[in-house]
């Protein structure tokens, strides 16, 4: 096997190995042999996302989650837990990196091109504290957020941190920085998590879609976040590794 055969890799189980070496290749990654192969792992990965999103959704109405679009006013405007792309986003993109001087992360780009937008944010009757539902923008906010930059953008937001998800006052949006790598660290205002954008995706899923219950050596992702275990074995059955 070549060692560039990402995505056969990938498929065959190396997850966290292959997006490693991707990231690990920096702006080279951009250029064959590895660009189409990169391309893959990465459209991959994100119709897991979707995958697992699909899957998600009826699991948490069926133990009486309460999505925020089907309760007006319970967390502020909220779209539909997916919203799926319309098959403009390859063009889109490429107008937002010319008009706003950016590159966007690869992992990015496949998000938006494959998986659309997700807001699982809501309220189950039963659950106490923070759950930090995951909850990733569109393109159409992305682009919307880059309108007010004065320069090339400098952060590309992905969501609101988890205490503004339920509607407290926090920290600021979650971001990353533009770039031509594979995938980057997601960043917050005042500090920086310890995982990539795929990983923060991937730790989402192994807690059945709650992102920040997973814990850091960061403040920002710590005890107060709670997941009854009974309800993150059932939605996490079976999702697709990623």
């Known amino acids: 096997m070549a060692a560039t055969d990402f995505i056969e890799r990938y498929a065959g189980g190396e997850y966290q190995q292959v997006w490693q070496e991707l990231i690990a290749l920096g702006d ?6 590895y660009w ?19 899957r998600l959704i009826p699991r948490l109405e069926h133990i009486g989650y309460r999505f925020a679009r089907d309760r007006p006013g319970l ?36 998000f938006y091109e494959v998986v659309g937008a997700v807001d699982l944010r809501g ?13 990733i923008y569109g393109l159409d906010m992305t682009r919307n957020d880059a309108s007010g930059w004065d320069g090339p953008v400098e ?9 503004m998800k339920d509607g407290y006052s926090g920290v600021g949006p979650l971001y990353l920085e533009p770039g031509r790598a594979a995938d980057g660290p997601v960043g917050f205002e ?10 923060y995706l991937r730790n989402a899923f192994r807690w059945g879609g709650f992102a920040g219950c997973v814990q850091t050596e960061d403040e920002f992702a710590s005890d107060w976040l709670e997941l009854p275990s009974t309800a993150r074995s059932q939605l996490a059955a079976d999702l697709m590794p990623l």
């Not at 189409?36 to 699909?54: F, P, Q």
């Not at 997916?82 to 992360?105: A, S, W």
């Not at 309220?123 to 909850?135: E, I, M, N, S, Y």
């Not at 005042?190 to 990983?199: C, I, L, N």
Request: hydrophobic share 30%.
């Open 28 to 33: 080279r990654v951009r250029e064959e042999p």
């Open 36 to 54: 189409s192969e990169a391309r893959a792992v990465a459209n991959e990965t994100m119709r897991r996302v979707r995958e697992n999103v699909g």
């Open 75 to 110: 967390i502020g405007d909220s779209q539909p837990p997916h919203v799926p792309p319309d098959g403009n986003e390859p063009e889109l993109i490429d107008d937002y990196e010319r008009r706003f001087g950016v590159t966007v992360p690869l992992s990015l780009r496949a």
């Open 123 to 135: 309220r189950h009757p039963d659950w106490r504290g923070q759950q930090d539902p995951l909850q």
């Open 155 to 163: 952060k590309i937001f992905l969501c609101p941190c988890p205490l």
């Open 190 to 199: 005042g500090g920086s998590m310890s995982f990539t954008f795929v990983e």
